[in-house]
């Protein structure tokens, strides 16, 4: 019984710094009413954030090819396009071809607004990669994420924002 209090009070520690952590490179993202966001995606097509966001819940996905962290989570993502409204942001990535290649490669099949120089990400409050906020049916982000997240957890932010 001595190790499952142990264990109890080591997973209670973890997940106060994991929180502690994820705040910290979040807390210059918006609060509130989200950001205008109508951009156009790499394929050419228009996305709009604010009409999209009347149809459900939008997760919003700041992602970069050279991070680490987001070649475990961009597939969690992609998964989810397939049924969840998501844009996803690609920071300081190279050209939109590059972006395309990259994606293709990966096998990343959600629509992606290219920010090469990180001015997009930085309207937003961006910090650090990857970085995922939630905006509800009204247009307020309910949930900012940074950092290692699952599908699972993701799915339950969306649904919470429901």
Same mark, same amino acid.
């Given at each position: ?18 929180? $502690? ?12 009413? $989200? ?13 709009? %954030? ?29 998964? %989810? ?8 942001? $690609? ?42 906020a939630i905006v509800d049916r009204e247009g307020r982000i309910s949930s900012v994420t940074s950092g290692m997240t699952s599908k699972w957890g993701l799915k339950a932010r969306l649904w919470l924002a429901n």
């Amino acid at each position: 019984m001595k190790w499952l209090w142990s264990l109890a009070k080591f997973l209670l520690l973890a997940a106060v710094v994991v929180s $502690a952590v994820s705040w910290y490179h979040s807390r210059n993202m918006p609060k509130g009413a $989200a950001p205008e966001l109508a951009a156009t995606d790499i394929s050419g097509q228009p996305l709009n %954030l604010q009409a999209m966001a009347a149809g459900g819940p939008v997760l919003i996905y700041f992602w970069a090819t050279w991070c680490g962290y987001c070649r475990a989570v961009s597939p969690a993502v992609s998964e %989810l396009s397939e049924q969840h409204l998501i844009i996803t942001i $690609a920071l300081q990535s190279g050209s939109a071809e590059e972006v395309a290649a990259y994606q293709q490669k990966h096998q990343l099949k959600f629509r992606t607004i290219n920010d090469p120089t990180g001015a997009l990400s930085n309207s937003w409050g961006l910090r650090v990669t990857p970085t995922m906020a939630i905006v509800d049916r009204e247009g307020r982000i309910s949930s900012v994420t940074s950092g290692m997240t699952s599908k699972w957890g993701l799915k339950a932010r969306l649904w919470l924002a429901n």
